[in-house]
């Protein structure tokens, strides 16, 4: 069902990641084949970052990014997510990494970041633009905590551009996603595989990654580039805040 508002939207993200926390990161593997974690490093490849920088990581969830970006760069990392329940796993996880004195976790929405201006060395955010009610203004709000010259990438699940492995995709997304979250994460994860393939097509309905594209440079970013990978089902893009 289409929601028409930022408040529905916001409800319904909170509501649909509630209950998942604990088995998240080993369900979203399998059921992305394995490609989550390598989406997350390609999104990572394009944040280069050295002692006394600051990284915002939006959509942290568990912390699985956060933890990624602390591990490969010097940079200290804040998180931000929209559901305490995942914050709390996300906690729970950068203390076992050992990395509780480099990443710390807050509650807040993508649309509405409760930072100031250029408060930020670069910025990740993950699977967030199908859960805002206007990724423009979004990624406009992103593009204000970072300073000019400041690396943003981002990880969103695609649909395949080829007619062939997007009917696949579609088969995939339809009967056996919905089956695997069944078997593998229980009811929670059954109602989680049912939302993903249609969101992903209304989404790119509306807004084709050419679009995005263009939102990115709209919202104040330069030298805007795209990786389509898995034949398609992760796209990763970045960008550079412009010095205006």
């Known amino acids: 069902m289409p929601l028409s508002t930022s408040a529905e939207r916001n409800s319904f993200a909170q509501d649909l990641f509630t209950p998942l926390p604990a088995r998240y990161d080993r369900l979203a593997e399998i059921?992305?084949?394995g490609q989550n974690g390598r989406w997350r490093r390609a999104m990572v490849d394009q944040i280069?970052?050295?002692?006394?920088?600051?990284?915002?990581?939006?959509a942290s969830g568990t912390a699985g990014v956060a933890i990624q970006l602390a591990r490969r760069?010097?940079?200290?990392?804040?998180?931000?997510?929209?559901?305490?329940?995942m914050l709390r796993q996300g906690r729970v996880n950068v203390a076992r990494a050992g990395l509780a004195g480099r990443i710390g976790l807050t509650a807040g929405r993508g649309e509405q970041l409760p930072f100031p201006d250029a408060s930020f060395d670069a910025l990740t955010f993950t699977y967030l633009l199908r859960y805002v009610d206007d990724p423009q203004a979004t990624l406009t709000e992103l593009a204000r905590v970072?300073?000019?010259?400041?690396?943003?990438?981002?990880?969103?699940?695609?649909?395949?551009?080829?007619?062939?492995?997007?009917?696949?995709?579609?088969?995939?997304?339809?009967?056996?996603?919905?089956l695997g979250g069944l078997l593998t994460g229980g009811r929670e994860w059954f109602v989680v595989g049912r939302f993903l393939g249609p969101n992903i097509s209304r989404h790119y309905r509306r807004y084709p990654v050419d679009w995005t594209v263009?939102?990115?440079?709209?919202?104040?970013?330069?030298?805007?580039?795209?990786?389509v990978m898995s034949l398609g089902g992760g796209l990763v893009m970045w960008g550079t805040r412009s010095g205006d």
């Open 214 to 227: 263009q939102a990115w440079r709209e919202a104040g970013f330069t030298d805007v580039g795209v990786r």
């Open 48 to 58: 280069v970052q050295g002692p006394g920088a600051v990284v915002l990581d939006v």
């Open 73 to 85: 760069t010097t940079a200290r990392i804040v998180g931000v997510d929209l559901t305490e329940q």
């Open 146 to 178: 970072v300073r000019p010259g400041g690396r943003v990438a981002s990880l969103e699940f695609c649909a395949p551009p080829s007619a062939f492995w997007r009917a696949a995709w579609w088969l995939y997304t339809r009967t056996l996603l919905p």
């Open 31 to 33: 059921l992305s084949f």
